[in-house]
């Protein structure tokens, strides 16, 4: 009889009581796995924590509150960081909000075996608050991201993404001090030093409300160049961490987009290989990215 396969779901709270239940509900309703949460709360003020109390007494399920309000990145960085080397054989992420079809994971898991890969990150259907209006995103759907692409562009969603025990000692390596988005670190960590599988199925519902803290990255041209303006450069923060905890895992080439990225802002030789550059690229708005980079905010 195959294993049925032990996974810990990562779940980062604050002030989620109005879609909380629905999703632990989703959660634990998964088919073919052991599921348990692991539940970390970021000084929510209403009454989330009395939910997750609740249901830690009657599912597996175990949370923690924070001292301080670490803001979304962190809190999950710290949940995925504290966690690596417990008795799990996978590890996936959750938001408080979404709505988990009862595959979800299984899929996960079954592709990183077919394909022989570390990390899982999957297509969404993004949906209103009361789950209706489904609409696939489809944004990455049969195509291969290089690199070199994903500097300029992330294609993990977070709340889509499942990892092996053999990543997390990978990522047990190096924590990061200075990063913005987990989920940008774990597909930047998978891409140059392990590797990934993108699914361009879904098997989640992804709502968006009013107090989304990340929405959908779908977005009009005039929206993405109102962006443009308030635009704030995390990406080198991300390339520099990544060269300092596994620059010995990262081969040559890679490496060598890395520097160019990590040097646009003081090089102008960096921004013009970046912008002439097919191998920089995006499936949203590519020629918008560049200019962000010849403008130094990326």
Sequence with gaps: MQKIAKVVVLLSTYNGEKYLKEQLDSIFNQKDVDVFVLASDDCSKDNTVAILEEYSKSHKLSYRIN????????????????NLHADYDYFALADQ????????????????KEKKKHLYCS????????????KPMNKFADKKATVAHLLL???????TSLFDKEFA???????PENIYLHDYWLMLV????SSYVYDSNSYILYRQHGTNQIGSNEQSLKAYADKLKKSKSFRIHLCEELLIGFGDDID???????????NYKTSFKSRMKIFFSPSYNAYSHPF????KVLLKKY
Excluded at 99 to 111: C, D, Q, R, T
Excluded at 190 to 193: G, L, P
Aim: charged share 20%; glycine share 2%; aromatic share 12%.
């Design 67 to 82: 001292s301080k309000n670490k803001n979304f990145t962190y809190n999950f960085i710290d949940l995925i960081y504290d």
């Design 97 to 112: 909000d979404d709505f988990w079809l009862p595959e979800k994971l299984v899929s996960a898991i079954n592709l990183l």
């Design 123 to 134: 297509n969404l259907t993004v949906v209103d608050s009361l789950l209706n209006n489904p």
């Design 153 to 159: 562009e992330n294609i993990c969603t977070g709340c």
């Design 169 to 175: 000692m990978h990522l047990a390596k190096h924590y």
């Design 190 to 193: 998978a891409a140059f030093s």
């Design 252 to 262: 040559g080439k890679k490496k060598q987009y890395l520097n160019t990225f990590i």
């Design 288 to 291: 918008l990215r560049k200019i």
